[in-house]
């Protein structure tokens, strides 16, 4: 059965809500718009795509190292950085029924898509994206901080601590994750545009005369990415920026769109953002930000190539691609197909009863799997249910515990795609989902 794209949305959302992906921030209070908190499942979810991506970025790397940098900035870096004058969007007010917009995404110019006014926008102006506070018990503009619109300028600041103590030298790269800020005139589309996200970024400093050949190469190795972890080939495209698209800092950037509900939107960002910000932060702090190369005698202020993904809106493209709906003994069954690296729990234990006899080797076989992987445990209603819960949750592997389990040593593992069972005995379990759930 396909799931009609117009419906996927609210069904996402809506499953979202009911098992524990997504919950709406403070909503015993009404709800606070454009905040969401991330339920027992999502948190897992959210989790694995982190993951995933610090393996491929880092661990699976010599050249790419990680920091975590601070969310607090003083206003010199945003200043050498460009964003306290470039980091804008054009917002534009309904005469007739005072809803905001950023101009540049209406599709029409000339009507109002909440009351249909016609030619009741004001003039455009330049609305500041950046979130402010005060640091310390003084509220004045000495203590003005911002909160970070991105990970990347705490990179860029830190490139002379990274170069020296990790010994790198370019090509190499300085990766994180982390929360960012951004006071979104028009949040909306559930998590993939909120205020506050989670980024995953890395800057990968090269020589000057190397920046458009690794541009290319980032482009291909992050769509090769989502890719490997199973997202549909045709749910994806790469995206080449028109020069007038382009970034104050970018010479080339080519997004990875997914095809969202709403039509085709913005997963990653793949930059070549050259020299700019090493010169910027150069010259505001006095400080030389340059690679010196002691076998050559050479200097030079590297280029940055940066794919810069958010983990949240990625969490949310996998959730959408991986659902389907599938009829099964002439019902409904509603299934995440998510790559196992990415399902939040990789085993479900079962108990095919309540019965007292059943509950203790459940336990037993729990601790024996527990050790490895991320695992659930229920035991409250028909077996058939709980099947369904796991489907709908992405559970690769249920293992069920049942009275010929006192007798046999052995349990049934049920996988969730194909529904096949097998028979595998307790002290061979721990292999046979091994071979199963490669990391």
Not at 2 to 9: I, S, Y
Not at 62 to 84: K, T
Not at 329 to 336: A, F, I, P, T, Y
Not at 353 to 364: A, G, M, T, V
Request: charged content about 30%; aromatic content about 12%.
């Amino acid at each position: 059965m396909g799931v009609n794209k117009e419906e996927l949305f609210d069904k996402v959302v809506n499953l979202s809500k009911r098992r524990g992906f997504v919950f709406q921030s403070a909503e015993i209070y009404g709800g606070f718009r454009s905040t969401y908190d991330y339920g027992p499942v999502g948190v897992l979810l959210l989790r694995n795509v982190k993951e995933q991506w610090w393996r491929s970025m880092v661990q699976f790397r010599q050249d790419v190292v990680g920091i975590d940098a601070a969310i607090l900035s003083p206003p010199s870096i945003w200043e050498a950085s460009g964003h306290l004058t470039n980091f804008t969007d054009p917002l534009v007010d309904c005469r007739e029924c005072g809803s905001r917009f950023r101009q540049d995404k209406l599709e029409d110019l000339n009507s109002c898509p909440t009351c249909d006014s016609k030619s009741s926008f004001t003039e455009a102006r330049q609305f500041n994206l950046m979130f402010k506070t005060n640091a310390g018990p003084v509220i004045d503009s000495a203590a003005e901080v911002y909160l970070r619109p991105e990970t990347a300028q705490g990179m860029f600041t830190n490139f002379t601590n990274v170069l020296n103590t990790s010994r790198k030298k370019p090509p190499f790269g300085i990766a994180q994750i982390g929360k960012s800020f951004r006071n979104e005139i028009t949040p909306g589309n559930f998590v993939f545009r909120t205020r506050e996200f989670e980024q995953m970024e890395m800057e990968y400093f090269v020589p000057p005369a190397d920046s458009d050949k690794w541009f290319e190469y980032w482009c291909k190795e992050r769509m090769d990415w989502y890719l490997n972890l199973g997202m549909k080939a045709d749910s994806l495209r790469l995206r080449i920026h028109d020069p007038d698209e382009l970034s104050h800092y970018a010479r080339a950037t080519s997004d990875i769109e997914f095809s969202f509900p709403w039509g085709w939107d913005e997963l990653e960002g793949i930059a070549n953002r050259t020299d700019f910000d090493l010169n910027q932060h150069a010259q505001a702090s006095g400080n030389k930000l340059e690679y010196n190369d002691s076998g050559t005698g050479e200097r030079y202020v590297p280029h940055v190539i940066e794919p810069a993904a958010g983990a949240t809106r990625t969490a949310m493209a996998f959730l959408m691609d991986a659902y389907e709906e599938e009829e099964v003994n002439g019902e409904v069954r509603n299934v995440l197909k998510l790559d196992h690296r990415l399902s939040p729990y990789k085993v479900a234990v079962l108990p095919l009863s309540k019965k007292d006899e059943l509950i203790e080797p459940s336990k037993e076989v729990l601790d024996l799997v527990q050790p490895h992987w991320m695992c659930d445990y229920d035991q409250t209603q028909a077996i058939g249910r709980r099947y369904r819960r796991q489907d709908e949750i992405g559970t690769p592997y249920c293992v069920t515990i049942d009275f010929e389990t006192l007798e046999d040593k052995a349990v049934t593992v049920r996988e969730r795609d194909s529904m096949n069972q097998d028979r595998v005995p307790i002290n061979e379990l721990v292999e046979y989902l091994s071979s199963h759930l490669a990391p």
